[in-house]
């Protein structure tokens, strides 16, 4: 029996049901999207309708609030009215009431006749204006007022110009008699233009109409035909009269045809497909194909970089490390994939702080900009490496853990210690130069002291030869011995000091200490060189900085001031020295009189191995430059417009005011 054509047919019937199922599916979902569309049309229907009657009733509440705030006002007045008759009284009022509610034309004051007492504005109405709605409007609201004893409204009435008035009228009592009657005169339409916000009015048509569909007034910015209205009783001012809303908001449609349009597409695309099922497993085989030469390009660049790469999960596993990393570490991947910490590739001198970075890096809070860390490789050998954490994100935009980009810059670190080592050498060489250049000088100045020294001693032993030595003739040379052996003594450790090599130090310092100092250095050949020296510094806080260093930025300073004074005529060679404090810093000034800086060399005046001087080495100005921004600060360069020469320059520098 053959049983081929059975199973073929049976396949052939369960594979048709397996395309009919989709279709059906198509269908279903069609009609399903088909009735929320239109649940959805009616829903925002009813949405907006609420939202008519509650902004309807919003602005029918606003209107009457601002109508009884009126009304309030204007029986206070009549009450007031009714003791004092004074003309004054209403005019004041009245100008008040008229300057706070922009909406009401013209309040009057009648008398129990109905004649007009007064009027506000000052200018009494004309007679048009008043007779029209006197006898049958007004006279009929007076006569209400006059009867209830309260507020009363009048019906709404056109003039001449075709705009619409309506009346609050307000009774005035002295000793139970109608003694007169108050009045406040609305146009309608001034009354929506200043209570009807401007943003109601973008959306919506306000108008005030009548049972008979009467329009008074009305307030919008747009025209056309509503397709939403609703209408509220206006009462009071009077029953007669409705607030008819009218929404110009048209529905958005392009939504739903969108959605539709959509939806027609994704069942076109649906029934196509039914008919690429046959290429899925081609298409299948291609992207698997895909996936391994893309994985072994990858594979291939993660081989090629440099560059450590360390993946960790939320609870700080390693789950991958790159072969650079590996290499860096001494240890294979299978003995880091899985480990948790204590890390085997952690110092073992630094496992407290390393931990610690481990829990900040965990927590989202490492250093954007990445931070410095000791590891330790596998053979023991510490190295510095410098880390950059970011989140681990997987396909699905979801946090699983942190990568890290690890770099060894233990030979950069080592080249900066050199570079800092060879600086700090530079700065020592040009200590040494500019003591070299001030050793006639100082030699000058320690003679003094030493022949002094000499002849007071030669005199001494002179007077101890003769046999006739008192002692009280000897005791006053022997104390000038000793005050110029210190002033040398002064002189050689101020040298010392200064050719002293030391490591950079900020400690807290006074600033004035230190240009005492370098006046002392500088003193002797100010004098050879005719050069007078004025200092104005106010009391300074002290500043944390390296006292030697700052030794060494004001001494090149002064000199360079005086050697740029060379050509100057002796009466006008003067270097002054100032300083201010402000919020935090402060500042220091060297002016001088000299020839001044051309702009071509100013630009380059700070850098290394520039110099005018024919036997200059062009490395001070860049070492001051140096030395002040190791503390933090500022130096330049600028004319000095106010020197007896008309000419000179101006070093500048600024400290920061730090603590310690």
Known sequence: MNIAPHLSSG????????????????????????????????NEAEEDRA????DVLWLEQNLQFHLNGNEEQLQLLAMEMGHSHDRKLFRLRAEHMLKNSPDIAQIIQFDAARQIVDAMPATRPPERDIEPFGPPVTAKAFDMASRLGKRQYSEPFFLEDNRAFIEMLVPIFSERRLT?????VYPLDTLLASQVPWWFTEKYKVE?????????ATKTYIEGNGDLRYEIPFDPPSAQLFLRVTSYHAPDNSLQRLLVAAIVLLAAGVFWSLWLVR??????????????????????????????????????????????FCRM????????????????????????????????????????????????????????ALVYEAKLIDGNGKHTGWMASILDITERKRTEELARQQQEQLQFTSRLVTMGEMASTLAHELNQPLAAIASYNTGCLNVLNGGQADPRDIRPALEKIGLQAQRAGKIIRRVHDFVR????????????????????????????????????????????????????VLLNLIRNAMEAMAGVPESQRLIRITGAVGDSELSLHVADSGSGIAPEIRAKLFTAFFTTKPEGMGIGLSICRSIIEFHRGRLWVEDNLQSPTGSGTIFSLTLPLETA
């Open 11 to 42: 396949s052939s019937r369960r594979l048709r049901w397996l395309l009919t199922l989709p279709k059906l599916g198509i269908v279903l979902l069609l009609a399903a999207l088909i009735a929320l569309l239109w649940l959805l049309h009616h």
């Open 51 to 54: 939202a008519l009657i509650k």
């Open 180 to 184: 007169g009657m108050l009045a406040i």
């Open 208 to 216: 005030i109409v009548d049972d008979n569909d009467i329009r008074y």
């Open 279 to 324: 290429d899925l497993m081609k298409k299948r085989v291609r992207a698997e194909d895909a996936l391994r030469s893309e994985h072994a390009f990858r594979a291939a660049m993660e081989d090629s970089l440099t560059v450590g790469m360390r993946a960790r999960d939320l609870l700080g596993r390693v789950v991958y490390v790159n072969p650079a």
């Open 329 to 384: 570490t001494g240890f294979d991947a299978e003995e880091l994939v899985g480990r948790s910490p204590p890390m085997p590739y952690w110092a073992p001198e630094q496992l407290e702080e390393s931990y610690a970075m481990h829990q900040i890096v965990l927590a989202g809070e490492a250093p954007p900009d990445g931070f410095e860390i000791t590891f330790m490789r596998k053979n023991g050998e510490r190295f510095q």
């Open 501 to 552: 090599k030391s490591e950079p130090k900020r400690a807290p310092c006074l600033l004035g200490e230190v240009i005492e100092d370098c006046l002392g250095f500088v003193e002797a050949e100010a004098r050879k060189r005719h050069v007078r020296m004025e200092c104005d510094i106010p009391p300074l806080p002290p500043v944390l900085a390296d006292r030697l260093m700052l030794e060494q």
